[in-house]
């Protein structure tokens, strides 16, 4: 009997299937190992991850362009959505930004609150991370049980602004009111108690045979090779280099505060997870050192007690409740400050910061109009993640995925 066309086809290609030695795996975009929606389209020989093509953009939102459109206080919504994990350093970042376009200078009580608020944040972002970790080697007790402490850092946020994790917390110029006695409360009893549940988080893997058989070795990166994809953050400080924005390029204050850069050596899975480690401690150490401060500053001067932003920054703070419902001026600077009427100076900035995966950073050009001429955000995820098909190279599947999550590559922050 003669084959049909369609069928000879079909012959064929299931012919060339049985002589292909490798088989084509997609690694996403909705598998649970990536931990986020975005894709690897793997070549694999067994085990072994011979080519890896990433595929990104799942959850592409146009935030560049959509800045263009928006006054600046509604952008600060927008950084939210970058590393969700982390929100309110990617919201002081853009305030810092605006700041510095103004030539803002706010008080030390201010800035030592943000320190504050920044370094719970890379805490909360890191114990996902290590904690994720664990779980893809197979060892989900450790999440579980640090998991309720990221919460009480989420209490904390609750106080100061009323979200948790999409904070929208600060305004430029500092914050929006004063810290509740709620907030010190909190903020006291997880300085108290958190250090012993983190000293039994690390004791559950830190020397746990299974967990650094797993991690040791897996998804390397030399010094070389990470800063020439432009590494940032734990990721580059795994691989040996101590850089630091906080250090680097100072701001809020971080000048006044005494703490170590965590380093490791080989850049593989094992370290990126000890460097994150050590700087939860050194978050630690710095959210005690920011209270002490404030301490001896509201000591030195009562009347610090009920600052939380800088005068200057009038114009661009939007006034008290009471003022607005009984002043004229109030209620009309109010409508101004809400439908984005207040013009910016023109000028060209580029602010930093320290993010949970490194260098945050916002480029803006201002034309002297209500929105940004242009803003670009410098996403570390973006820049790194472009390095995941040469990490994984060589290794096993298994390894391709504990060292996507050690790289804690975030959809939000690596669409934008």
């Not at 719970?120 to 989900?140: E, F, P, Q, Y």
């Not at 108290?192 to 650094?212: D, G, H, Q, V």
């Not at 409508?335 to 950073?361: L, R, S, T």
Request: glycine fraction near 6%.
């Amino acid at each position: 009997m003669e084959l049909q066309p369609h069928q000879q086809q079909h012959i064929k290609l299931s012919e060339e299937s049985l002589q292909k030695q490798t088989t084509t795996l997609n690694l996403g975009p909705t598998h649970p190992a990536t931990h986020g929606v975005f894709q690897n389209i793997m070549e694999i020989d067994g085990e072994r991850v011979m080519e890896t093509v990433p595929t990104i953009g799942y959850i592409h939102r146009a935030f560049e362009k959509i800045a263009e459109r928006r006054p600046y206080y509604q952008i600060t919504t927008l950084t939210d959505r970058l590393n969700y994990c982390s929100a309110p350093i990617n919201n002081m970042g853009w305030h810092l930004t605006i700041e510095k376009l103004l030539g803002l200078k706010l008080p030390k009580r201010v800035d030592y609150y943000r320190v504050i608020l920044m370094e719970l944040s890379r805490i909360a972002d890191h114990l996902v991370c290590n904690s994720v970790i664990a779980v893809d080697t197979g060892a989900l007790t450790p999440f579980t049980y640090v998991f309720q402490w990221r919460e009480k850092i989420y209490e904390i946020f609750e106080e100061v602004c009323g979200s948790r994790l999409t904070t929208n917390i600060g305004r430029v110029g500092g914050f929006e009111r004063n810290f509740s006695e709620a907030f010190h409360k909190k903020l006291a009893d997880f300085v108290e108690k958190f250090p012993a549940i983190m000293t039994e988080f690390e004791s559950l893997l830190n020397r746990n045979r299974i967990f650094m058989d797993r991690c040791i070795g897996a998804g390397p990166i030399n010094a070389e090779r990470a800063l020439s994809y432009s590494f940032t953050g734990p990721n580059l400080r795994a691989a040996g280099v101590d850089y630091d924005v906080r250090v680097a390029q100072p701001y809020c204050s971080y000048e006044d505060f005494d703490f170590k850069i965590p380093v490791g050596t080989t850049g593989d899975v094992y370290d990126r997870f000890m460097v994150r480690n050590g700087e939860i401690w050194e978050s630690m150490s710095i959210i005690r050192q920011a209270i002490d401060k404030i301490e001896q500053i509201e000591k030195a001067d009562p009347s610090q007690k009920h600052v939380f932003y800088a005068k200057e920054a009038d114009r661009y703070h939007i006034p008290p409740k009471e003022d607005v419902y009984t002043k004229m001026e109030a209620l009309i600077w109010h409508f101004k400050m809400i439908m984005g009427e207040i013009d910016a100076p023109a000028g060209e900035v580029y602010q930093a910061v320290e993010g949970g995966n490194g260098e945050v950073g916002y480029y803006l050009i201002s034309d002297g109009g209500r929105t940004p001429y242009r803003l670009h955000f410098r996403r570390p995820c973006f820049i790194y993640y472009q390095a995941y098909p040469e990490i994984v190279a060589g290794g096993l599947l298994s390894d391709a995925v504990v060292t996507l999550s050690s790289l804690n590559v975030i959809a939000g922050e690596l669409d934008a």
